[in-house]
């Protein structure tokens, strides 16, 4: 049953870390705490109309929220029109999954708005094409499907609709940095190597199996030095974080089990087993990332996008 025309629903899409090293397009992981914040309601002007006090695409067709919410729309044959206004709590372009948070808000605050017609496998179509947007037409899911599903993410690029969601038994707690710059995922796609060796492949393949069984036997402390030498995309992007290996090594020398970068940067994350340990962790990493950078401490969130209060 469709809710009531004046209702609002209100719907925190949580941010998320990708790639996790050699990971690319491949891992991501959702995170508590952190995201944007929908709300939805029905409107009298047809199509989806946005409002947002951050700097943002507010046509539908060119924002993550509003193309996620279109698509359910359609899904459910539903031609009334829906207002949703969106409070930015990630950052633009700081790498931590802001378009797939919004989209992921998007899509589900709609469901809600409908009275939840949809189970979530059922809106992974809608979160991947709206996440698309914001990567220069390429399909990936490691930010749209940790954000959508909660846990840790397994997804194809071949074919992003082909996912595994597994849950961490031990919390893993976690500190981010944010450096003052901001990084478009669709340009920083476009500094990749286009072609890799032989051996860089055979030694990517071979830290990712090995990383993950560590992330997933809780054994965090043996996650390094999976995490940490990637040879494809990292190196790429690293000369875009100016305190890159200041970063990483300020963050180890603190505790931190391993430290990379999240998605195309510049934002940049330590794991650590306790949570004690984690606000040493993040300022050591803040101090390294100089001037006008933030953090976070937060943690791996098991159940995704949610609704958080309905007014
Ligand atoms: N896997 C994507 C990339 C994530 O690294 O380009 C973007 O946030």
Redesign the pocket.
């Known amino acids: 049953m469709s809710n009531s025309d004046h209702q609002t629903i209100k719907v925190l899409g949580p941010a998320s870390l990708?790639?996790l090293g050699p990971g690319?397009?491949t891992l991501g992981l959702c995170l508590k705490g952190v995201g944007d914040t929908i709300e939805a309601r029905f409107s009298s002007t047809p199509g989806i109309s946005i409002t947002s006090s951050a700097k943002i695409p507010t046509k539908p067709e060119e924002n993550t929220a509003g193309c996620a919410s279109h698509l359910v729309m359609t899904k459910a044959g539903d031609k009334r029109g829906i207002h949703l206004k969106i409070k930015k709590g990630i950052p633009i372009g700081s790498?931590i999954?802001g378009s797939a948070a919004s989209a992921s808000a998007g899509a589900w605050a709609t469901n809600l708005l409908l009275g939840k017609p949809f189970k979530k496998e059922e809106l992974t179509y809608a979160v991947l094409e709206a996440e698309r947007l914001a990567?220069g037409g390429v399909l990936?899911g490691?930010?749209a499907l940790p954000s959508l599903f909660g846990g840790l993410i397994l997804t194809s690029p071949v074919n992003p609709l082909d996912y595994r969601r597994v849950n961490l038994s031990e919390d893993l707690h976690i500190a981010i940095v944010l450096p003052k710059q901001s990084i478009l995922?669709a340009d920083?796609?476009t500094i990749l190597p286009s072609a890799i060796n032989r051996t860089d492949a055979i030694h990517n393949a071979s830290d990712l199996v090995f990383m993950l069984h560590a992330l997933v036997t809780g054994n965090y402390e043996a996650v390094a030095p999976y995490m940490m030498r990637d040879r494809i995309?990292e190196p790429a992007r690293a000369s875009l974080v100016p305190h890159y290996q200041d970063i990483r090594e300020a963050g180890l020398e603190a505790g931190a089990c391993a430290v990379a970068l999240t998605?195309?940067g510049p934002a940049m994350f330590g794991i650590s087993k306790d949570f004690k340990s984690t606000s040493k962790i993040l300022d050591a990493m803040v101090a390294a990332a100089g001037e006008g950078a933030k953090g976070i401490i937060t943690m791996a969130d098991m159940d995704g996008v949610k609704e958080i209060e309905s007014l």
Request: hydrophobic residues 20%; aromatic residues 6%.
């Open positions: 990708s790639n690319f397009d790498g999954g990567s990936h490691d930010n995922t920083a796609r995309v998605g195309s």
